[in-house]
């Protein structure tokens, strides 16, 4: 796809291509909206994205913002905007660009701290609920959110 015009055509040419891609954009950017979350533990309002975006050239308004997030909208999206966005989340531009936009190292390692994280917990709120189960029935459950953090990792479980 070549993005060197001035918009960036959401998905292909049937309505249904322009949705997909809508709604790709949407999980890329509220996965970054996530990230910040876990990486600083406070969400970024609306109007420190836009400052942010307006410092790398474009003025976003909040409802081009909603639209990007919610993935409703299958319009054209100005590159600049999409450009301007992965500067302030410190990514590569690729990644919101283009489709197949790997993504950021950075990303990947707060999405498995994150995930760690989440499993502890609910290990840890199992204990403090079930805490009149039994031991053994304790260790599965512990087995078996370890076998779904070694299967979504995609690292075999130590036995």
Known sequence: MNLNGAELMVGGSTPRDRLERAETLARKVNLLLDVVVAEGGKPYEFAEIQAGVRDNGYVLSRTRWWRIRSGESPEAVPREALVALAKFFE?????????????????????????????????????????????????AINALLDDVNSFESGDPRPD
Do not use: F, H
């Not at 660009?97 to 502890?120: A, F, H, S, V, W």
């Open 91 to 139: 990514v590569d531009p690729d990644y919101l660009t283009e489709d197949t936009g790997e993504l950021p190292e950075r990303i990947e390692r707060e999405l498995q701290l994150l995930k760690k994280m989440r499993r502890n917990k609910l290990k840890s709120i199992a204990a403090r609920t079930l805490g009149d189960i039994d031991s053994k029935t304790l260790d």
